[in-house]
Antibody
Framework: EVQLVQSGAEVKKPGESLRISCKGS????????ISWVRQMPGKGLEWMGR????????NYSPSFQGHVTISADKSISTAYLQWSSLKASDTAMYYC??????????????WGQGTMVTVSS | DIQMTQSPSSLSASVGDRVTITCRAS??????LAWYQQKPGKAPKLLLY???RLESGVPSRFSGSGSGTDYTLTISSLQPEDFATYYC??????????FGQGTKLEIK
């Protein structure tokens, strides 16, 4: 079964660092970009950026460039989303997703289950 | 960035109704459009891509159409499981993917 399994919910304080993960299985991990998508409470979907797991090349949305870091370890088929200093405004659900695995288009056809990040003092 | 504007932002309908959701892009996107369904507490699910192609396993009551900047998602006969939030997304400007703001479909 093709799936992306994300790490569990996190509760952090402002200023703390955090790394969440997304492990792919059932497909060729290095053949498909992995994207991260933010959903703030009660709000819509925002694409944050993506990584090519084969060489760790990244693209970021201008809205998130410099605020987060996307990385990957292809030896364990895992992508990461990282913050060096969290803010309360980072409170959100974060999804990883793969585009074009089944469909011949750059649409997200595989999604992780989501990781809820809560930042509160 | 290409901006995606969905309408309406919310919609009340009954089981069996036909509903249409519209998505307008700020520039032409050559049918590079996907539609997703999201239920509370769940990840989005791909319904259609390339504006009108149905993802495998998606019921045929869902359909998509459009061209240029204007696209629609139609549900021909609403079923109880269809009450959810729907998002459009353009992938014409890769990697600058953008989503519409969502349409919440509620039971009347």
């Amino acid at each position: 079964e093709v799936q992306l399994v994300q790490s569990g919910a996190e509760v952090k304080k402002p200023g703390e660092s955090l790394r969440i993960s997304c492990k792919g299985s059932g497909y060729s991990f290095t053949s498909y970009w992995i994207s991260w998508v933010r959903q703030m409470p009660g709000k819509g979907l925002e694409w944050m950026g993506r990584i090519d797991p084969s060489d760790s090349y990244t693209n970021y949305s201008p809205s998130f460039q410099g605020h987060v870091t996307i990385s990957a370890d292809k030896s364990i088929s895992t992508a990461y989303l990282q913050w060096s200093s969290l803010k309360a405004s980072d409170t959100a659900m974060y999804y990883c997703a793969v585009a074009g695995w089944l469909v011949r288009a750059d649409a997200f056809d595989i999604w992780g289950q989501g990781t809820m990040v809560t930042v509160s003092s | 960035d290409i901006q995606m504007t969905q309408s309406p932002s919310s919609l009340s309908a009954s089981v069996g109704d036909r509903v249409t959701i519209t998505c307008r892009a700020s520039q032409g996107i050559s049918n590079s459009l996907a539609w997703y369904q999201q239920k509370p507490g769940k990840a989005p699910k791909l319904l259609l891509y390339a504006a009108s192609r149905l993802e495998s396993g998606v019921p045929s009551r869902f359909s998509g159409s459009g061209s240029g900047t204007d696209y629609t998602l139609t549900i021909s006969s609403l079923q109880p499981e269809d009450f959810a939030t729907y998002y459009c997304q353009q992938y014409y400007s890769t990697p600058g993917y953008t989503f519409g703001q969502g349409t919440k479909l509620e039971i009347k």
